[in-house]
């Protein structure tokens, strides 16, 4: 009862939350300044460069050739090298004592004219002659352009005429009305605007770059899209507040292409996050979403800049298709909070706060209310913020399972740390040199030595497909059949099939490949049964020979009633063998060819007939100079060297 009295409060809370932002947004008397836009009254048509060069208003225009002009200006066709002329009667600077205007989200102005004045330019045409002699025409920048223009109060009654260049099929005009203030009021409004998106900008590449750290500790994918989410959302917030302009002052386009490319790669980012957030099942739309969103981006960007469609028509249906993506996650992020999951409520909020305050911006720039307010860059915030209280709650859950995870992972390496032989065996008629390596913390291969008596020893090498911990624990399970099967050591071939049966009722499809070594010392003879193992090595001393033998057998754990077969190997004093899985010579390294069975091969011929733990190193050392390998290996590494005393 009490953990349902703080949902409903906490639901009440984020609906208040959620109107008054919306209350701020739609009535503007809340803002920190008080101005007017002017959204309204506008008259535009098109003129030709030549004209636009030398333009002057005219005191005898009418407004016969003038239609109505629309912030934004929405249109599927290019501009087609022509320029934008806007014009609106001035009214309402009376009632200000310093009245002026903010040119806000204003494209390339050429010139602001009140009737036949021009009173302010951010850009103009420079001529150039060329070396054929024909005319060109440079834009530059005006480093003295402001946003905000002083009005005379006589001005009251007159026209004010804007000059907008165009650039193949980019945005021309205002993308955002005009505000008409006080001066002190719009450098306000000029404050908070700027502030707003340049602050939330470095906050998201800030979070991002910490972010980018958290993936350096642990390899999630999630981690990665949220990384790149924040860091696309920091730079689109700092091109609203025009920031790339200090870099690139007098180039337009550069900011804008950051702008349209960012604002298209978001919401991919965001799905493809709550895609690897969520996992799998259920959530599969959220993968086909965040697809879908791809390439429609890919699409229509195409398009755009292929100048088959403006760029303001592209971003226009980018908007209404972003939509539903934002009205899906709430949905997702409602299911997770019914479903249960701890501070699922958090991400309700955010989604919904996303939500709504994209749904007042885009209403809002397309004039179906009157607010020139924006908001989506809060809802960006919060919406963020509730991911990150969320994601937190769950990477620290799936930090606590990763180490209890760790421990099982070290028991583990203990127990198959045990099970293997701590050393080598002090024999006086065989000497032992052992490497074994894992690919993970725990590994597939094993091997054992035993002295049967009368001069009689036996010796297992095997490999479980696969590695890591399945492929440890069918290896113990080998093992203990290996011992099960004790009274078989003296008959390599009854061992084989009997750990076999034994395997196909409990490995669950896991094969294993081994060979077992029985050495009769008194008849100076190796007998070996192999399932499906590698070959080994044996290097004559009498006639400096090495030979590769090839025993044939099918794994273990594969087929019930399998019989295996036996080779008898004649060998001298001073013989050497050199047995090893198979992580040895198939392992690539850093190159792009395995080490191979030959290379082994010739490792071995060259150093035959030194120290066997010294012919280890030696021959690890060839492997490692050639593979490059740097760290643990592919796959997991054993090799016995054994020299007849």
């Not at 330019?121 to 025409?137: L, P, T």
Request: overall charge neutral; glycine content about 8%; aromatic content about 16%.
């Amino acid at each position: 009862m009490k953990s349902n009295r703080i949902i409903h409060f906490i639901s009440r809370f984020v609906w208040i939350v959620i109107i008054s932002f919306l209350f701020h947004g739609c009535h503007n008397i809340l803002l920190p300044f008080q101005a007017t836009d002017w959204r309204d009254g506008w008259e535009m048509r098109w003129i030709t460069r030549e004209q636009g060069n030398h333009f002057v208003p005219s005191p005898t225009e009418t407004s016969e050739s003038y239609s109505t002009y629309n912030i934004p200006y929405i249109s599927l066709e290019p501009s087609q090298g022509r320029l934008l002329l806007v014009k609106r009667k001035i009214s309402g600077l009376s009632d200000l004592e310093n009245p002026s205007i903010f040119f806000r989200g204003g494209g390339q102005i050429l010139g602001v004219f009140i009737d036949g004045d021009k009173i302010l330019e951010q850009f103009r045409n420079e001529e150039s002659i060329s070396e054929s002699g024909e005319i060109k025409f440079n834009l530059k920048f005006n480093s003295r352009y402001f946003p905000i223009l002083p009005l005379d109060k006589s001005y009251d009654g007159r026209t004010i005429f804007i000059l907008f260049h165009s650039y193949k099929n980019l945005p021309v005009g205002f993308l955002e009305p005009p505000l008409v203030a006080n001066q002190t009021e719009n450098f306000k409004a000029l404050v908070n605007r700027n502030q707003s998106f340049a602050g939330l900008g470095f906050f998201f590449l800030v979070l991002g770059i910490f972010s980018s750290y958290l993936y350096l500790r642990r390899k999630k994918k999630a981690i990665v899209a949220f990384t790149f989410f924040l860091i696309l959302s920091g730079l689109h917030f700092m091109s609203q507040a025009g920031f790339w302009g200090y870099l690139w002052y007098d180039s337009y386009e550069i900011g804008f292409y950051i702008f349209i490319l960012t604002a298209f790669a978001i919401p991919i980012a965001a799905l493809y996050f709550f895609d690897k957030l969520f996992g799998v099942g259920r959530i599969n739309i959220i993968r086909m979403l965040w697809q879908f969103h791809l390439l429609f981006s890919l699409v229509i960007l195409s398009l755009a800049f292929l100048q088959v469609i403006t760029f303001m028509y592209a971003f226009v249906t980018f908007v209404w298709i972003a939509l539903p993506a934002l009205i899906i996650q709430v949905i997702i992020a409602w299911s997770e909070f019914i479903s249960g999951k701890p501070r699922a409520w958090i991400l309700v909020c955010g989604c919904l706060f996303l939500l709504f305050f994209n749904v007042h911006d885009t209403l809002s720039a397309l004039g179906y209310i009157h607010s020139f307010s924006r908001i989506s860059h809060w809802g960006f915030f919060l919406f963020v913020l509730a991911l990150s209280l969320y994601s937190e709650e769950i990477f620290r859950n799936s930090e606590v399972k990763y180490a209890a995870l760790q421990k099982e992972i070290a028991t583990a390496s203990r127990i198959q740390n045990a099970i293997l032989p701590p050393s080598p065996p002090s024999w006086e008629e065989l000497k032992i040199g052992v490497y074994y390596q894992p690919s993970e913390e725990v590994g597939g291969d094993f091997y054992d030595f035993q002295a049967l008596g009368d001069h009689k020893y036996g010796i297992i090498i095997a490999d479980v497909v696969g590695h890591g911990l399945g492929a440890s624990i069918i290896a113990s399970l080998s093992k203990f059949s290996f011992f099960q099967n004790n009274l078989h050591w003296r008959n390599p071939s009854f061992l084989m099939s009997s750990m076999n049966e034994d395997l196909v009722k409990r490995s669950y499809g896991r094969f294993t490949t081994a060979s077992y070594f029985y050495f009769d010392m008194e008849k100076m003879k190796l007998i070996v049964s192999s399932a499906g193992h590698p070959s080994f090595f044996h290097w004559s001393k009498s006639r400096n020979l090495v030979i590769e033998n090839k025993p044939k057998g099918k794994p273990l754990g594969i087929l019930e009633g399998l019989t295996y077969m036996e080779e008898d190997i004649r060998f001298e004093k001073g013989d050497q063998f050199l047995l090893y899985t198979d992580g040895l010579p198939e392992e690539m390294g850093n190159r792009q060819t395995d080490f191979g069975t030959d290379a082994l091969m010739e490792s071995f011929r060259f150093i035959a007939g030194t120290n066997p733990q010294t012919g280890v190193e030696q021959i690890l050392t060839s492997f490692r100079k050639q593979t490059g390998l740097i760290g643990l290996p592919h796959d997991d590494i054993t090799l016995i060297y054994i020299e007849v005393v």
